[in-house]
């Protein structure tokens, strides 16, 4: 079961039939409605500038993680500009914490393969690419199966349904680089590259896919294209919150009952969600959420409990909404830990291109994991502080500040765990209380 | 132009530039290892962020262009804060072995550490190390933990070199410059990489662990090694040369030179060096005084002269002789009654002997090499026997999208795209260009005059396409390589190359052989005897003047077969040549380039004078000086001079282009349609590390891959026909000589043809760089 629950859902409604899995298919989509929004627009050969701007009305915001207007990316284009140009969607979901793409993808391919061919139309682009990580190989083969079906329907190719406009669209598998998710390392890994991060400028609109005017968007945001143009920008806006706008699959992992893909309209509590994930598993104290994807700060319990879950809520409370993906820790979680972790995985994942973060993410991990293994040092936390303020803000692209605020933000609202562990050689949450947390000691020993 | 203000300083620059850019016009400096001005933008090292008014974050001087009005701080707090930032994270996985690394002293991770960095570090873990990779046998890659991944020597590999031979695996802080797997750097520019790398992770494995850079003396000079003249730096420690560096000329060499330039200079403390002079009696080689041996040559010319007369005596110098000694030898020679002088050793033709107007050279200046639009090369090994005007015309086409194409007699890669090219076999380049000819001028609606046979010439595709591209364009030239220069079809392919330029407009050229091919023409050699009929019509006498007949001739058999009859034999070299112990009656030492002062005109006739570098080895001496004393010896008058700089003063030549250069010739009339030979023709190269006598002895461009011993390369389908497989050993003849080889199947060669390298001992015993040959088994 792909989707654990939904409030007005809008781009997985329907998903929740009673075979889960089966739904994918160029039938089922069509008989939900799919593909009609695409015939719509070229049998009126509607306006692009207005597909746009009812983009732009509907204040969707790139649901990656950064959180860019939509409509504003589309209109930087290069309409005019004669010659290929690209649309590549980025199904390169990497992020700690975030599996919502993976869903989409499986549960509706073809609303991904409409919407890249609206947003393709609406900017003038003519190829389209959609870049999906290597680990999930087996929807990776049903892209590849939904885009024949959409090929054999004429939906995608030479002169779509008749009216002109052509559209080429191919999947594009990865091997599992994080950095790949960077949409400029995508771009050189489409191209056959070893997957690093360009400088920019220049930016993709005016030199991207090799070399030429491309649109980077995520899976989930070109997915909606269909939907918002179907109800129209100010409806899905209401749907949501004014700057915030629509609905959104979150992806809730870690100590919770029910962890899942939730789609809920933006600016719905945290704890409503909570409540649809089946609340803190063992009906333990909630201590921490990181609330958008491993790279954002994490919140303590009682600051998210007052949040909702929107752009502007999150950044008030101090992180980021980012891609949407929570992850719960419960009160058995021993912090220092979570950051080994997470300083491990950033460590691991730097493409190793440019200084700071080359260096940088390997000399955090150092520390922590020191910390963790009751090595620390009394000027530690200086140290982890003063690492973490040389990478952010000074990479090629924001690995290096994805890196460095979890690190900022677990020391900011945990201290006294590092310090009780650099004093004491071990955790404050006792070793017992931990295991009880967590299922994995059984297999230790 | 953008206003544009650093430090408070203001300026305006062009549209386009780069923060980087701005501050070095403006001579600020900002620290930076990654950017280098010939290579394209990283900025992953990011030692140059400074801090731009309005922008929230510090940004790479090297990456961000200038806005108009924009301001910059390079010292401010946190532009500081921020490289400061970056030079620990630089150090904390580095050795800080400085002092056991070669680069100590001309570092510039410990040059800016001195500004940048803190005197003790916070980085108290783990080091991460790199493990030794092997590169080969001019690089080293034994301390790859000290390299920051600035990718400076990937960058060059693929934009200058054109070859990808290092590049950075793995992610994290394991990234690590590495070559292929199993692989060695054999590019021939290879050595730049040395000089690029900001620290001691790539250096040079012949010099390592020999001296500290503060205690060598830098000394100019220019490479005697091909015709560009590539500008060095010498540097020497108690007299002797310990390292050749580049000496920038952005008009010549640019920030490069080749490897060859780099690594001759182990040749000159080789074993074989020639110290003292060297006299064969009864058989027996013993050394004397200069006196014993000026006296035994200027005896010996004596005897012959008075026996025989004037043409039985006869000088043949190498053509990277000093325009000094080329002038003295012919004064000397000219003083003594005759004109036997000459230094196209390797031709063959001597046709257009009287009919030039001038010196043949380059046509253009090098640096105009990459605003051409199109070119067309005819019969060049370009890479290896030019490797810098190679690397500009790759430039061209990389950078400006230069049509380039080629008529020549391999297919070997020129490490950039080709417009188009035609491959075939030595007898036919003439009518290839004369192919390409033929279609210009119908194109341009000329008959053409003086090419007898031209009826029976028929374009293909390519000769189209690239009459086409050459008419296309603006700034076109036609260039002609060594294979056109040593061909027995020189005359006829130089006459018809004359017309195509016509034809079209473009600029004729030739590369040029030799590092003083241009300045032996401009002092009057080639115009008297020639070097073909000076070695088939034997002579009595002989001086040789850096001269190794058997591997600097076009035809060894005929040059050994004349120096063995001859009555007497002076060698005037630097080295115990030993095939000459045989047929020399003396061996003079003479110095080379780095010991004596001297003058060589390159191929864009820019004359360029050097001074010794070190002092004579020793007996050696300075070429012109031993000139001047054997001229004394021998009576002969104007023989006084005091410095090579009054010898230079007679030659005439002065200013920085010499004047005189001219490749037309007065009579273009050619006959073509010659049958070709029967049989299997040679097609011969002369390897980039056996040119002369210095590459032929350094012992570590010995060891590289273009230093492999000689095979007999065939394509594959002749090979077949002929019966033979890859890697039999054969006989191969030619004329009078036999010599054993390896045969190599060779897509890229045509058929008929089987490629042997000249220049090297096992193939000395073979003829003419032309011609027919015939391979045998067992």
Sequence with gaps: ?445 | MLDIEIDGKKARVPEGSTVMDAAQLMGVYIPHFCYHKKLSIAANCRMCLVQAEKAPKPLPACATPVTNGMKVFTHSEMAVKAQKGVMEFLLINHPLDCPVCDQGGECQLQDLAVGYGSDTGRFAEEKHITLARNAGALISMQEMSRCIHCTRCVRFGEEIAGVMELGMANRNVHSEITTFLGRTIDSELSGNMIDLCPVGALTSKPFRYTARAWELQRRRSVSPHDALGANLIVQTRQDKVVRVLPRENEAVNECWISDKDRFSYLALNAAERLLKPMVKQGGKWREVEWNVALDYVAHGLKDVLARSGADAIAALAAPHATLEELFLLKKLFAALGSANVDFRLRRQDFSTDGKKKGASWLGLRLADLRHQEAVLIVGSFLRKDHPLMAQRLRHATQKHGAEISMLSVTGDDPLFSLFAREVVKPSQLACALAAVLKVAAAEKGLTLEGVTGLESVTPNDTARAIAHSLIAHDKHAVLLGNVAEQSPQAGVLHALAQKLAEVTGATLGFFGEAANSVGGQLIGLGQGANAGDLLEKPREAYVLWGVEPELDCGNPQAAQTALKGAKMVAQFTAFKHTPALEYADVLLPTAPFTETSGTFVNTEGRIQSFQGVARPAGEVRPGWKILRVLGNVLDLPGFDYNSSEAVLAETGLSGEFAAGLDNRLSDTTVTLAEPAPEGLERIADVPIYFTDALVRRSAPLQKTADAAAPTARLAPATLARLGFAAGETVRVRQGAGETSLTLVADAALPEDCVRVAAGHAATAALGAMFGVLTLERG
């Excluded at chain 1, 050189?188 to 993709?204: A, D, L, T, Y």
């Excluded at chain 1, 009906?283 to 009682?302: E, F, Q």
């Design chain 1, 1 to 445: 079961m792909a989707i654990m629950g939904t409030i007005a859902p809008i781009l997985t409604a329907g998903w929740m039939g009673a075979n889960g899995d089966d739904g994918w298919r160029l039938a089922d989509y069509v008989a939900r409605g799919g593909y009609a929004m695409l015939r719509q627009i070229l049998e009126n050969r509607r306006p692009p500038e207005e597909i746009i701007a009812e983009v732009k009305t509907s204040v969707l915001r790139g649901r990656g993680g950064a959180g860019f207007p939509t409509g504003l990316k589309w209109s930087f284009m290069p309409r005019a500009l004669s010659g290929d140009k690209y649309v590549v969607c980025n199904t390169d979901e990497g992020e700690p914490g975030t599996f919502k793409d993976r869903d989409i993808t499986r549960c509706n391919p073809h609303a991904i393969i409409e919407g890249m061919a609206i947003a393709a139309y609406a900017m003038g682009a003519n190829r389209g690419y959609n870049y999906i990580h290597g680990e999930i190989w087996e929807i990776y083969k049903r892209f590849e199966e939904a885009l024949d079906e959409a090929r054999q329907a004429g939906f995608i190719g030479q002169n779509i349904l008749g009216s002109g406009f052509s559209f080429e669209l191919f999947a594009h598998h990865g091997y599992g680089a994080y950095v790949c998710g960077e949409e400029t390392a995508l771009l050189e890994s489409i191209e056959g590259k070893k997957g690093q991060p360009r400088f920019k400028p220049p930016f993709p609109a005016s030199f991207g896919l090799f070399g030429r005017p491309t649109t980077i968007n995520n899976t989930e945001t070109l997915a909606s294209i269909p939907f918002i143009l179907k109800m129209g920008g100010e409806a899905y806006l209401n749907a949501g919150k004014p700057n915030n706008g629509g609905s959104k699959v979150f992806s809730v992992s870690g100590h919770v009952n029910r962890p899942g893909n939730y789609e809920i309209p933006m600016g719905t509590p945290f704890t409503q969600l909570l409540e649809l994930a089946g609340g803190v598993r063992g009906g333990r104290k909630l201590k921490a959420v990181i609330p958008g994807g491993s790279s954002s700060p994490v919140l303590p319990a009682d600051r998210i409990m007052e949040c909702t879950l929107d752009y502007d809520s999150i950044s008030k409370a101090g992180s980021m909404f980012g891609s949407g993906a929570l992850i719960v820790m419960d009160e058995t979680t021993c912090m220092v830990k979570a950051l080994e972790r997470l300083s491990w995985f950033y460590h691991e994942e730097s493409c190793g291109q440019c200084t700071p973060c080359r260096e940088g993410t390997g000399w955090l991990y150092q520390v922590v994991h020191r910390i963790e293994n009751g090595e620390g040092r009394p000027d530690d936390l200086e140290t982890l502080a003063h690492v973490a303020g040389n990478i952010g803000g000074r990479t090629i692209c924001a690995l290096g500040d994805a890196a460095a605020m979890p690190v900022q933000s677990f020391i900011q609202h945990f201290r006294d765990e590092f310090l009780y562990h650099i004093e004491h050689k071990t955790c404050l949450v006792p070793k017992d209380v931990q295991w009880a947390g967590s299922d994995f000691h059984r297999f230790g020993n």
